[in-house]
């Protein structure tokens, strides 16, 4: 059974602060990775993929994944109580059609 | 610009009923899907449709049958609704060539089961 394991937090971070989230798979052969945003009472929404080892940075999203650890990582510079919500760690593992197999996420709350 | 649609928003059932859930897009997506979401399990795949006329089980499939309309519609069946799925039900979309993986979801549509 392929996982993807997030710790549930809640993570709570003061405003500016850098908020760390993680995720591990258990699936070698995955390729792809994403997070996902999700507020409460509302649909997921993508924020950011990785496909390689190393940092990827979008603004004040930074995605980091390293394949030999098994391992991905998002971190939310000068965090935001806007940025408060359940990030969802998503993999495509190896022989799964492309079908994203979703973390059960991390909610984040941001203190002002 | 609509994205994806789903209807109905709300919805109680009594067990034993049956009801379809609908979805459209807007984006000429080829590959659409069904999760659902529960508290504590995360979103789990019910069924997908990689392209238009195919349809494959996901990771939950038992109660649920779904029809690929057309390219843009992809619609979700409870035949005899239990209070197991009770749950809000997800539609997404994504591009099957570079946009694998970057799913867009509808908002959801909340299902109770009495």
């Known amino acids: 059974q392929k996982e993807v394991e997030q710790n549930s937090g809640p993570l709570s971070v003061p405003e500016g602060a850098i908020a760390s989230l993680n995720c591990t798979y258990s699936d070698r052969g995955s390729q792809s990775f994403f997070w996902y945003r999700q507020y409460s009472g509302k649909s997921p929404e993508l924020i950011m993929s990785?496909?390689?080892?190393g940092d990827k940075e979008d603004g004040r999203f930074t995605a980091q994944l390293n394949k030999a650890s098994q391992y991905v990582s998002l971190l939310i510079r000068d965090s935001q109580p806007s940025d408060s919500a359940t990030y969802l760690c998503a993999v495509i593992g190896w022989g799964s059609q492309g079908n994203l197999i979703f973390g059960k996420g991390t909610k984040l709350s941001v203190k002002p | 610009n609509a994205g994806v649609t789903q209807t109905p928003k709300f919805q109680v059932l009594k067990t034993g009923q049956s009801m379809t859930l609908q979805c459209a897009q807007d984006?000429?997506?080829?590959?659409m899907y069904w999760y659902r979401q529960d508290p504590g399990m995360g979103l789990r795949l019910i069924y997908y449709?990689?392209?238009?006329?195919?349809?494959d089980k996901g990771e939950v499939p038992n109660g649920y049958n779904v029809s690929r309309l057309n390219k843009r519609e992809f619609s979700l069946r409870l035949e005899s609704a239990a209070p197991s799925q009770t749950s809000v039900y997800f539609c997404a979309s994504s591009d099957s060539g570079t946009g694998v993986g970057e799913l867009f979801f509808g908002e959801g549509s909340r299902l109770t089961v009495l």
């Open positions: 984006m000429n997506h080829n590959s």
């Open positions: 449709s990689a392209s238009e006329g195919t349809t």
């Open positions: 990785i496909y390689s080892n």
